[in-house]
């Protein structure tokens, strides 16, 4: 059974910095992609960075491009999400996901349905 579980998130003012962790467990698939979603009250779930965990590959949405950096750490099976240059716009619940043993190519990675298993979720608030 496929487990993710987010930690790191919390307050922090603008132009401020913080870093999400991803553990997970249970992934059978030697590599896979992964991706960091975010959802913010009243709108729909959106792709923030993503990141084919075989051969490193990194997507990022325009809104976030140059602030955000995904990561992995195959030794411990952790995908991390460091967030720099933080803005109020950037308030949200953060959700990591797991998704297919494939590369998602083009916009395909920003998809919630491309991923099978969701986290919890971690409340990040910038003011």
């Known amino acids: 059974q496929v487990q993710l579980v987010e930690s790191g998130g919390g307050s922090v003012q603008p132009g401020g910095s913080l870093r999400l962790s991803c553990a997970t467990s249970?992934?059978?698939?030697?590599?896979?992609?992964m991706a960091w979603f975010r959802q913010a009250p009243g709108k729909e779930r959106e792709g923030v960075a993503g990141?084919?965990?075989?051969?490193?590959?990194?997507y990022y949405a325009d809104s976030v491009k140059g602030r955000f950096t995904i990561s992995r750490d195959n030794t411990n099976n952790t995908v991390n999400l460091q967030m720099n240059s933080l803005k109020p716009d950037d308030t949200a619940v953060y959700y990591c996901?797991?998704?297919?043993?494939?590369?998602?190519?083009?916009?395909?990675?920003?998809?919630?349905?491309?991923?099978?298993?969701w986290g919890q979720g971690t409340q990040v608030t910038v003011s």
């Open positions: 990141i084919y965990t075989g051969d490193g590959r990194t």
């Open positions: 996901a797991a998704g297919p043993p494939i590369p998602l190519y083009g916009d395909t990675w920003m998809r919630p349905l491309e991923y099978n298993n």
């Open positions: 249970g992934i059978t698939y030697k590599s896979n992609s």
